[in-house]
């Protein structure tokens, strides 16, 4: 294995800076950990220039959310001719926003829920769907802004406008059915689906707090779910994955209904810079199937690398 110069970019300014912090110290330790020289850039406005001091070989994106994960960061280092990890450009902006992936996926036959882009002001004077239904911002991660409206929900009815929620931070928001049952994730890595995870939030919903806070969530990994099903995560996982054009690793996220079967099972996103954190899913699964936090990481380069040499 060649010794690399590689550039970890993690930090910026979106809600899931911290998680980015932590996913990128772990991923310059594993680096440096099989010889590689690291640079860790925490991101800020002259990161474009922090990048071209450097002159990596390779620049590791484990950025999340705006502007990493949604085309932006992409685009600069294309304009500046640097290789880098995880999705390009076009896939990056189709799939940060879970409107536009659903027009992209749901033509294919992959199973997604239903609902509507509704304004914030609509949300005050009635219920866009009938309740119980979620609410999300289009392109967020880590479940920031996320709400579920139940029908004896502290929001109001109408949803009070003093209400604490996505409401008061964004002024048009993804309206969607609740699906009731089980969440449900596969990680994909170089075109392979790695496995399911079934996530059980010791209470509430696998929200932000849930998916980083150490103890609040349990992981089943493998999920103890029926073939078919786990059959079916994997398919709907890895063909999302060549759907979108995703590169190196992606995460599959569903609801799972297991009154209904199959016809249950329902894909709500897809990640294009899953977290490496400690409790990330990506990395439990591939531990799960011998791949060590260090050889995925290297995977990963490898595969941004291939890629570039193959146009």
């Not at 398919?235 to 016809?263: N, P, Q, Y």
């Amino acid at each position: 294995m060649n010794s690399l110069h590689v550039a970890v970019l993690m930090g910026g300014w979106s809600a899931e800076r911290e998680v980015s912090l932590m996913s990128g110290a772990g991923i310059a330790d594993a680096l440096e950990s099989l010889g590689h020289r690291v640079t860790r850039i925490d991101m800020g406005r002259d990161v474009a220039l922090k990048i071209a001091e450097a002159r990596p070989d390779v620049v590791f994106n484990a950025l999340h959310g705006t502007p990493g994960e949604d085309g932006t960061v992409q685009g600069m280092l294309d304009l500046m001719g640097v290789k880098y990890t995880h999705s390009g450009l076009v896939t990056s902006v189709i799939a940060i926003d879970k409107q536009l992936t659903k027009q992209a996926l749901v033509p294919h036959g992959i199973p997604m829920p239903g609902g509507r882009m509704v304004k914030t002001e609509e949300l005050h004077q009635a219920d866009p769907l009938p309740r119980p239904y979620v609410l999300k911002p289009v392109n967020e991660g880590s479940s920031v802004g996320v709400a579920i409206v139940t029908k004896e929900g502290n929001y109001g009815n109408p949803i009070a406008a003093e209400s604490t929620g996505p409401w008061q931070e964004f002024d048009e928001l993804l309206a969607e059915p609740f699906i009731r049952g089980r969440e449900l994730t596969t990680a994909v890595l170089a075109g392979e689906a790695l496995g399911v995870t079934e996530l059980k939030p010791k209470s509430g919903f696998y929200d932000y707090d849930a998916k980083y806070t150490d103890g609040l969530t349990e992981h089943v990994c493998p999920a103890e779910i029926p073939d078919e099903i786990a059959d079916a995560c994997k398919r709907i996982a890895l063909e999302s994955h060549k759907l979108l054009g995703c590169k190196g690793t992606s995460r599959s996220d569903f609801r799972w209904d297991d009154e209904l079967g199959v016809e249950g099972l329902f894909l709500l996103e897809v990640n294009t810079q899953p977290g490496m954190t400690p409790l990330s899913l990506v990395p439990e699964q591939a531990r799960h199937l011998g791949i060590s936090y260090p050889e995925l990481c290297q995977r990963i380069v490898d595969e941004a690398l291939r890629e570039d040499a193959q146009g």
